[in-house]
């Protein structure tokens, strides 16, 4: 679960409070949010890597293809799922980890852009002892339960032949987990920005590995719903279109770009100075990127695999019996632009 800034109304606010797991308990405790026939409405959290939809949001380059995109913020997956499953969003943005949790042949809604990936912004710190993840084996680690976290840790684990299972889980948020390292009560926590930088600059343990370390792993994607991608698919291509234009906008033009995705993404963001650090720890993906990540039915990119850990590790931890695939889950036919 990425931070958040601020619930857009009331009815967002009651949608944040849903946290049941359950597709049943997801419609029933949504609040309707209708959006106009030719708009987007897509949920999301806080999170520097959404900043392309706000600058293409203000930039124009949505509208210039005959779309309108809103972007209403929640606090956290459950409340975005929750507004998808009643039809009150057409998408969301999240981390493919968490997005597989909620897909269903009942629930049916696919990726059809990366938007970035964590690239330095999400981290595990420790006790400067520890020089390895093979010694996280019987360690405590404090770490948000259910998100991008804990599928990261568990990646982290499987390529070093051990498993959640080998660790101490103590559930908390990302901030809390950050706070009880530095205040000693924890030997290891999973954390990010700007909790990382304030940690090294404190000298206060080390980060052991950083999400730079794992390119491609932790992706934030922009899911609609399948009714979406079927009977609007040139709204669709528009939302990809403009979002690429974005990227390019962003690479040529950082400065203008840092003030306009600041004051769309706000929260603990707003400040352009405090946003351009944030940049640093994501890579915005343009269409090359896409392809590579998402590749097609044919030959899928490295997301298919992502696409199995995830489900492979919510099975684990939470006694599931996802069986959710890349095909399931991902529609490449939008990322490839004329």
């Known amino acids: 679960m990425r931070k958040t800034k601020r619930v857009e109304s009331l009815g967002q606010y009651f949608a944040?409070?849903?946290?049941?797991?359950?597709?049943?308990?997801?419609?029933?405790?949504?609040?309707?949010?209708?959006?106009?026939?030719?708009?987007?409405?897509?949920?999301?959290?806080?999170?520097?890597?959404?900043?392309?939809?706000?600058?293409?949001?203000?930039?124009?380059?949505?509208?210039?293809?005959?779309?309108?995109?809103?972007?209403?913020?929640f606090e956290g997956s459950s409340g975005y799922m929750s507004a998808l499953a009643s039809g009150d969003l057409q998408g969301v943005a999240g981390t493919i980890a968490e997005l597989v949790k909620y897909r269903s042949a009942d629930f049916c809604f696919k990726a059809v852009v990366v938007l970035d990936d964590s690239y330095g912004g999400d981290g595990v710190v420790t006790e400067s002892n520890v020089t390895s993840i093979h010694q996280l084996q019987g360690m405590t680690v404090g770490m948000n339960e259910g998100g991008a976290s804990q599928f990261w840790l568990s990646y982290l684990l499987r390529n070093n032949n051990l498993s959640l299972s080998d660790v101490n889980i103590q559930n908390m948020s990302a901030d809390a987990a950050a706070a009880a390292f530095i205040a000693g009560r924890i030997p290891v926590a999973v954390t990010w920005e700007p909790n990382l930088s304030f940690i090294r600059s404190h000298d206060r343990g080390h980060i052991l590995v950083d999400s730079s370390e794992t390119p491609g792993v932790i992706i934030d994607v922009v899911a609609l719903s399948c009714d979406?991608?079927?009977?609007?698919?040139?709204?669709?291509?528009?939302?990809?279109?403009?979002?690429?234009?974005?990227?390019?906008?962003?690479?040529?033009?950082?400065?203008?770009?840092?003030?306009?995705?600041?004051?769309?993404?706000?929260?603990?963001?707003?400040?352009?100075?405090?946003?351009?650090?944030?940049?640093?720890?994501?890579?915005?993906?343009?269409?090359?990127?896409?392809?590579?990540?998402?590749?097609?039915?044919?030959?899928?990119?490295?997301?298919?695999?992502?696409?199995?850990?995830?489900?492979?590790?919510?099975?684990?931890?939470?006694?599931?019996?996802?069986?959710?695939?890349?095909?399931?889950?991902?529609?490449?036919?939008?990322?490839?632009?004329?």
């Open 228 to 338: 979406v991608i079927e009977q609007r698919p040139d709204d669709v291509n528009a939302l990809v279109k403009g979002l690429y234009k974005a990227v390019d906008y962003f690479k040529n033009n950082p400065q203008a770009s840092y003030a306009l995705m600041a004051e769309g993404v706000g929260g603990y963001l707003e400040d352009p100075q405090d946003f351009a650090e944030a940049t640093e720890g994501v890579r915005f993906y343009n269409e090359s990127d896409n392809q590579d990540s998402i590749g097609n039915h044919d030959s899928p990119g490295n997301i298919a695999d992502l696409v199995r850990v995830a489900r492979e590790t919510w099975n684990e931890v939470e006694g599931s019996s996802l069986n959710t695939t890349y095909s399931d889950i991902v529609d490449p036919s939008f990322i490839h632009q004329p």
């Open 16 to 73: 944040c409070c849903c946290k049941c797991a359950g597709l049943s308990a997801l419609i029933a405790g949504a609040i309707s949010l209708p959006a106009s026939a030719d708009t987007l409405s897509i949920g999301h959290t806080t999170w520097v890597g959404y900043g392309t939809l706000y600058l293409a949001q203000e930039k124009g380059f949505f509208e210039e293809n005959g779309l309108d995109v809103e972007l209403p913020t």
